[in-house]
């Protein structure tokens, strides 16, 4: 990729702590390990908070890093994000916790170094809200959930 951003990051626990990764050269998304001090089972129907152990400094207010679910837990165990994106803003310096739901039907067993979840960085728009009387008009207007067909 050639656009590239410096984030800091600071290992919170254990200095052997493994630092996000991007599974290949293409991947947008820099898989977050889990940080445990043992073995954790998540339940079917049960909300986590999984520790990394790592905290991060995004470069600027313009920077925001979002959370997402890792496609092979959710579609294996029915591992997902409770919150459905986690964001974590540029003034945070606390811990990046991953929240995560079992929505399948077995219990998922998750152990320290485990890929639980990916972070992409993304660029961050604040909106100057403009109140008006109308809209602009468009051929789909108002039609959601489904109005432009399966």
Known sequence: MSDSIIVKI???TSPSLALPTYATASSA?????????EQLIVNPGENVKIPTG???????QEVVAL???????????GM???????????DYRGEIQVLMHNSGSEPVIINSGDRIAQMVFMPVFHAL?????????????SGGFGSTGV
Do not use: M, W, Y
């Open 129 to 141: 809200f403009e109140e008006v009387a109308e809209l602009q008009e468009t051929v789909r207007g």
């Open 54 to 60: 790592l905290a991060i400094e995004l470069p600027s």
């Open 29 to 37: 998304g820099a898989d977050l390990c889990a940080n445990l001090q």
């Open 10 to 12: 600071k290992k919170l």
């Open 80 to 90: 997902g994000l409770t919150n459905g994106v986690g964001v974590i803003d540029s």
């Open 67 to 77: 959370v997402f679910a890792r496609s092979g837990l959710a579609s294996r165990h």
